[in-house]
């Protein structure tokens, strides 16, 4: 089945940083728009960051300047790359891939998570 498969989190200080990474199987990575988000204790889980298949861009207000998401389609990967860590970045951070269709039809994977904590 299709698998995503998130790594790279941990415990950082203030201002450090850290990348997870997300790794696709069993999906045509290529035609998937990739997003983080990210769910801390108590609250809705609440997007990050997406890139789209065709390589666009969009992130929430909160990391902006911060955090930077790409892809590589070579290694069915998603990265994201998170400098200047606060203490309100903790959560867990889940990839996501989704795909629509011409006719409607929607593909729609989550992995497991990664707890990333920032130090106070």
């Known amino acids: 089945q299709v698998q995503l498969v998130e790594s790279g989190g941990g415990l950082v200080q203030p201002g450090g940083s850290l990348r997870l990474s997300c790794a696709a199987s069993?999906?045509?990575?290529?035609?998937?728009?990739m997003g983080w988000y990210r769910q801390a204790p108590g609250k809705q889980r609440d997007l990050v960051a997406i890139?789209?298949?065709?390589?666009?861009?969009r992130y929430a207000d909160s990391v902006k300047g911060r955090f930077t998401i790409s892809r590589d389609n070579a290694k069915n990967t998603a990265y994201l790359q998170m400098n200047t860590l606060k203490p309100e970045d903790t959560a867990v951070y889940y990839c996501?891939?989704?795909?629509?269709?011409?006719?409607?039809?929607?593909?729609?994977?989550w992995g497991q998570g990664t707890q990333v904590t920032g130090a106070s």
């Open positions: 890139i789209t298949s065709d390589g666009n861009t």
């Open positions: 069993r999906i045509l990575f290529r035609f998937y728009d």
């Open positions: 996501n891939a989704k795909r629509r269709g011409a006719t409607g039809w929607e593909r729609d994977y």
